[in-house]
C-alpha cells in the first residue's frame, strides 16, 4: 500500500484574508502611484507652459530634418552621441531662419532711416502733391485739393505729425521690442531643444517606441507614424512651395520694376505658407506699381500671382501633405486654416497632424464596422 499526497485543500476564509487584503492594497498602491503620475505631469505641463510652444517647434525641426541627419550619420560614420554633426545640422537650420530676418531687419532699418528723413525734410518744405495723384482714374482732383490743404505747407505738416501721441508710439515700441526680445528667447530655446534631440535621437526613439507599444500597443506606433508623415508633408507643401512661390514672384517684381523685389519676396514667400494669403503681397506689389504708372507691369504680376497661388494651393500642396498622409483636400485645408486660427503659427504643423491622426482613427473604426458587419 503506497502512500498518496492528499490533494489541495483552499485555505479556510480565515486564512484568505491575509491574501485579499494583500490583493486590495497593491491595487490600492497601483492608483496612488497613477494619481501621483498624473498630477507631476500635469504639475510639470503648467511648469513649462510658457516653452511648450518652443518645444514643440524643436520637435517639429528635429522631425524634418532627421531623414537628412540620419543619411549624413550613416555615410560619415558617425557616432549617434557625438556632437559635431548635431551641431553642425543646427546651426543651418538656425541659419536658414536669421539669415532672411536679417536682411529684412537691413531693409526696415534702411526703410526706417528714409522715413525719417522724409518726415525732416516734410517739416520744412512740405510734401508736394505726388504726380500718380493725377493718374488716377478717378477721385483725383479731390484727393489732390486734400493734399494741398494739408501737406503741402510745412506748418500744416508740422502740426499733422505732433498730433500723433508720442507716448502711445514710445509704448508700442516698447511692447514691440519686448515681444521681439520674448520671441528670440523661445526660438533659441527651440534650436537648443532641436540640438538635443538630434543628439540623443536614437535614445529618445527607442523610448518613445516601448512606451508606445507598453501603452497602446502597434496601433499607438501607428498613430506616430502618421503624425511624423503629417509633419513631413505639411513642411513640403507649405514651407517649400511657399519659398517657391516667393522665389518666382521675387524675380517677377524685379523684373516688372517693383520697389524692393527682394523684401516683398520675401514678403509673398511668408505669406504663401499660409494657403490664400499670398494675395495680399500680390495685391501690395501690383497696388504700388499702379501707384508708379507701371499699368502694364501690374497687370502682369496680378495675372501671374494669381496663376503661380491658383496651381500651388490647388494642386501642388494638396498632393504633397495628403499625399504622404492620404488626406482629402478638405481635411488638408481645414486642419491648416483652422490650426491657424486655434494655434497661431505653429498650427500650420498641428492642424494636419491632428487632421491625419483623426482621418486614420475613422478609416480604422469604418473598416473594422464593415468587416464586422460582413
Given at each position: 500500500m ?7 485543500l ?17 491595487r ?10 498624473v ?5 510639470a ?8 510652444a ?25 557616432q549617434?552621441?557625438?556632437i ?10 538656425a ?11 537691413l531693409?526696415a ?8 528723413a ?14 500718380w495723384i493725377?493718374r ?8 489732390g485739393?486734400?493734399w ?10 508740422s ?12 509704448q508700442?515700441t ?14 533659441s ?5 532641436l ?7 536614437d535614445?529618445?526613439i527607442r523610448?518613445?517606441?516601448i ?12 498613430i506616430a507614424?502618421q503624425?511624423i ?5 505639411t513642411v ?5 512651395v511657399?519659398?517657391?512661390?516667393g ?22 514667400a ?13 495685391g501690395l ?20 500671382g ?10 501642388v ?21 483652422g490650426?491657424v ?28 464596422r464593415?468587416?464586422?458587419g460582413?
Amino acid at each position: 500500500m503506497t502512500d498518496t499526497a492528499p490533494p489541495a485543500l483552499l485555505p479556510p476564509p480565515s486564512d484568505r484574508a491575509p491574501f485579499r487584503q494583500m490583493r486590495e492594497q497593491l491595487r490600492a498602491q497601483r492608483i496612488a502611484r497613477g494619481l501621483l503620475a498624473v498630477f507631476f505631469t500635469l504639475l510639470a505641463l503648467y511648469t513649462v507652459h510658457g516653452f511648450l510652444a518652443a518645444l514643440v517647434w524643436g520637435g517639429i525641426f528635429a522631425i524634418t530634418a532627421w531623414p537628412p541627419y540620419a543619411a549624413v550619420r550613416r555615410r560619415r560614420a558617425a557616432q549617434s552621441n557625438g556632437i559635431l554633426l548635431p551641431l553642425l545640422f543646427t546651426i543651418v537650420i538656425a541659419l536658414i531662419f536669421l539669415v532672411p530676418l536679417g536682411i529684412f531687419a537691413l531693409e526696415a532699418a534702411r526703410e526706417a532711416q528714409g522715413v525719417a528723413a522724409w518726415m525732416n525734410e516734410a517739416r520744412h518744405s512740405g510734401v508736394p502733391v505726388p504726380t500718380w495723384i493725377h493718374r488716377l482714374p478717378f477721385g483725383a482732383a479731390s484727393l489732390g485739393g486734400w493734399w494741398e490743404s494739408h501737406l503741402q505747407n510745412p506748418d500744416d505738416v508740422s502740426g499733422f505729425l505732433h498730433s500723433f501721441n508720442l507716448g502711445h508710439s514710445m509704448q508700442v515700441t516698447q511692447r514691440v521690442g519686448e515681444q521681439i526680445f520674448h520671441r528670440g528667447l523661445l526660438f533659441s530655446f527651440s534650436i537648443l531643444t532641436l540640438f538635443f534631440l538630434l543628439k540623443d535621437g536614437d535614445t529618445i526613439i527607442r523610448q518613445c517606441l516601448i512606451v508606445s507599444r507598453r501603452a497602446f500597443g502597434k496601433r499607438g506606433e501607428t498613430i506616430a507614424q502618421q503624425i511624423i508623415a503629417s509633419v513631413h508633408g505639411t513642411v513640403a507643401g507649405l514651407v517649400l512651395v511657399g519659398i517657391g512661390e516667393g522665389a518666382v514672384m521675387g524675380v517677377a517684381y524685379l523684373i516688372a520694376g517693383a520697389p524692393h523685389p527682394f523684401l516683398f519676396g520675401v514678403f509673398t514667400a511668408v505669406a504663401a505658407m499660409i494657403p490664400f494669403c499670398a494675395v495680399i503681397a500680390v495685391g501690395l506689389v501690383t497696388l504700388l506699381l499702379l501707384v508708379k504708372g507701371a499699368t502694364i507691369a501690374a497687370l502682369a504680376i496680378l495675372g501671374l500671382g494669381m496663376a503661380v497661388i491658383f496651381v500651388a494651393d490647388h494642386f501642388v500642396r494638396p498632393a504633397l501633405i495628403g499625399g504622404s498622409t492620404e488626406l482629402p483636400f478638405l481635411w488638408v485645408l481645414t486642419g491648416i486654416l483652422g490650426g491657424v486660427e486655434s494655434w497661431s503659427l505653429l498650427g500650420l504643423f498641428m492642424g494636419p497632424a491632428i487632421m491625419a491622426v483623426m482621418h486614420l482613427m475613422w478609416r480604422n473604426w469604418t473598416r473594422d464596422r464593415c468587416l464586422d458587419g460582413g
